[in-house]
């Protein structure tokens, strides 16, 4: 019973967030029951499906509502008990967390194996004719794990997928001069994949690549230079922006009644003035800008595509 009431408490905190969504314009992203091979169990597919949630909630993006069937049914549990005490309506809770969203996010969990490996020590020797061929000095068995899943995000209204990614994670191997294997049991490959499945850093690129807010630029700060250098725009807190994040600038063009958008410029975001207003530093195009914004013309922009670092992290 503890359990269901802090699943009721957790679920309704986020659907009380998600009443909120077009006020917040961030994306409402439900998160759907996951699907998965006879290879996992259910404990590890729910493991995995916490983690992916929480790695997408700590991008600040988008505002996540799971959706699983099992969570619906025991709210709904929760929900009917709760009622009987003429403490809340059951159709209430229902309808607090039936509330409609932008994209829905799936997860098909492909694979999880442990095999056995063989390692091999080789050094290289010099033989009589004086080339140096491989030496096998021993063999060392170690178990090896591979875990795969698949994740795709389709747009509710289109019915169009947004973004679908195949994650792959490996481990296992020999450790240190006995070349004893990194685990010792199948179990303890499984838990341990299960556990680092998640990389906070790729599910960021994912989620802020595919979520891209969109604004205008309103003002320019130093209105009577000729090339702008600052700009105000209509993107802030609200929509999950970052300073020293990178905004596209885009001119509207009317070509025969139809709007297109042409890239002029670049900008990055100096300071976060409010729910929905930035300062940013034009990085390119400065004369452009100004150009349309002396004649009345709006510019839009858009978070650029971000990558992984080298070495970890997000650039």
Do not use: W
Not at 95 to 118: P, R
Request: glycine share 8%; with cysteine.
């Amino acid at each position: 019973m503890k359990l269901i009431k802090s699943l009721l408490v957790a679920i309704l905190a986020i659907a009380s967030v998600s009443v909120n969504a077009q006020e917040l314009k961030k994306k409402v992203l439900a998160v759907s029951d996951f699907t998965y091979s006879t290879s996992f169990s259910k404990d590890e597919a729910s493991i995995v499906r916490n983690q992916i949630i929480k790695a997408v909630q700590n991008t600040g993006r988008v505002i996540v509502v799971d959706h699983s069937s099992s969570a619906q049914s025991e709210l709904y549990a929760e929900g009917e008990r709760r009622k009987q005490e003429s403490a809340m309506d059951a159709n209430e809770v229902a309808d607090m967390v039936s509330l409609n969203s932008n994209s829905i996010l799936a997860v098909n969990l492909d694979q999880l194996s442990v095999t056995k490996e063989i390692y091999e020590d080789i050094e290289y020797v010099k033989g009589s004719d004086g080339k140096y061929q491989n030496k096998v000095k021993g063999r060392y068995p170690y178990l090896k794990g591979d875990f795969t899943y698949t994740v795709k995000i389709t747009d509710c209204e289109k019915g169009m997928v947004q973004a679908q990614r195949t994650f792959t994670i490996s481990d296992g191997g020999v450790q240190g001069e006995s070349f004893q294997s990194k685990y010792k049991t199948a179990d303890e490959v499984r838990e341990a994949l299960v556990r680092k499945c998640v990389n906070d850093d790729e599910f960021k690129v994912l989620i802020l690549n595919t979520f891209k807010p969109e604004g205008k630029i309103l003002q320019a700060e130093d209105g009577a230079a000729k090339k702008v250098k600052t700009v105000y725009v209509s993107l802030g807190s609200d929509d999950g922006v970052e300073i020293k994040q990178i905004l596209e600038i885009y001119k509207e063009i009317d070509i025969a009644g139809e709007v297109s958008k042409r890239l002029i410029g670049e900008a990055e975001i100096i300071e976060i003035l409010g729910p929905s207003r930035c300062l940013v530093k034009i990085k390119s195009g400065g004369q452009e800008v100004q150009q349309v914004l002396s004649s009345g013309g709006v510019l839009t922009v858009q978070t650029r595509d971000v990558k992984m670092k080298f070495f970890g992290g997000v650039k």
